[in-house]
């Protein structure tokens, strides 16, 4: 197969995408791919790991050199893939993981083609309002995902690999995503 990949989760917000594609990513040992943003650091989550927080005037500035490969307004932020970051580790034939949201992953699937492959994570609603209660969101809040998750769920028709995260047999799903991954390499 050609490579290097670049291997995006994405799917229904709140799933704990996330927090599987970084364990995923760790164990094979692939580089994660931060995005710059303008929004504030978020509080209790430590997401130093996700975003390069950079003021709305540095990113302006990158964005007039050219130096992202992709970048998106959401919710009146800023977010954008530095293209060093993405570039230079495909250069020495790594493979790199993004977490982006199905805007950014369709961006990257037509800029970058067949080195792109996406994997769709998701929870069903009932388990996504257990998951956001859980959490303690706000009600307006957990109204806010469930109303995005059709619109978002639908998505997966796009994407190479679709997988379940079920919480009760978190391995059984861990070792499907292991499976798509392999089927690449």
Do not use: W
């Amino acid at each position: 197969m050609a490579g290097p990949f670049i291997f995006i989760f994405t799917g229904t917000s709140g799933s704990g995408g996330q927090t599987i594609a970084h364990r995923i990513g760790s164990e094979l040992g692939t580089p994660y791919i931060r995005l710059c943003t303008t929004h504030s650091p978020y509080g209790q989550e430590g997401r130093e790991q996700d975003y390069e927080y950079i003021s709305q005037e540095v990113f302006d500035a990158l964005e007039q050199d050219g130096e992202f490969v992709l970048t998106a307004t959401i919710h009146e932020e800023r977010y954008g893939i530095l293209r060093k970051e993405l570039e230079k580790p495909l250069r020495e034939g790594r493979h790199v993981y993004l977490n982006l949201d199905r805007n950014g992953a369709s961006a990257l699937k037509k800029r970058y083609g067949e080195r792109v492959v996406r994997l769709f994570l998701y929870v069903d609603k009932l388990t996504l309002r257990e998951r956001l209660e859980a959490n303690g969101e706000a009600e307006d809040s957990i109204g806010s995902y469930l109303a995005q998750h059709a619109e978002e769920f639908e998505y997966r028709k796009q994407c190479e690999h679709v997988i379940e995260i079920d919480q009760m047999e978190l391995n059984r799903t861990l070792g499907q995503i292991r499976t798509a991954l392999q089927s690449h390499l």
